[in-house]
């Protein structure tokens, strides 16, 4: 029972990193190439949509390296999967101060009703997210390492 809350842990931890990296490196450079209303408004509906899913993703990984801790806690790598749950409490705390007052307030946008400074908002954002890829990349390289 064990592996397979290991295995499904990582796995979903792998996949919301992939989604983020992509968010990251893929999406926001698209996005921030397009004519500034596209852009602006495909940034919004981007929040919209990633802001109703992450929040239940980035628990739901919590909540598993959680109970992978506390039932491996015997097992060779538990510190691992310790450090990387607090690093997916990290990413969590920093979502909840730093991300998401950002988001909620670029999702209601439109080119009519955007602030002077939301390019800067933007960029902000995107500056914190990088960090935030860090920290869950480092965490998911943790729970990998765990299994071996």
Do not use: C
């Not at 990193?17 to 992509?22: H, I, K, P, T, Y």
């Not at 500034?36 to 940034?43: A, I, P």
């Not at 691992?80 to 670029?106: E, F, Q, T, W």
């Not at 009703?113 to 943790?142: C, G, M, S």
């Amino acid at each position: 029972m064990l592996n397979a809350l290991e295995v499904v842990t990582t796995v979903i931890v792998g996949l919301m990193v992939g989604v983020e990296f992509s968010v990251a490196f893929v999406m926001n450079p698209i996005l921030n190439a397009l004519p500034e209303d596209s852009g602006q408004l495909g940034h919004a509906h981007g929040g919209r949509m990633l802001g109703a899913v992450m929040p239940v993703w980035y628990i739901g990984s919590l909540v598993l390296a959680t109970v992978w801790a506390i039932a491996g806690r015997h097992h060779d790598g538990a510190g691992l999967v310790v450090i990387a749950g607090a690093l997916l409490i990290l990413s969590v705390v920093m979502s909840i101060l730093l991300l998401v007052p950002i988001n909620n307030r670029n999702k209601t946008w439109t080119p009519e009703t955007r602030p002077a400074d939301w390019k800067q908002q933007l960029n902000r954002w995107e500056r914190l997210h990088y960090v935030r890829v860090a920290v869950i990349v480092a965490a998911f390289a943790l729970l990998v390492t765990a299994l071996t």
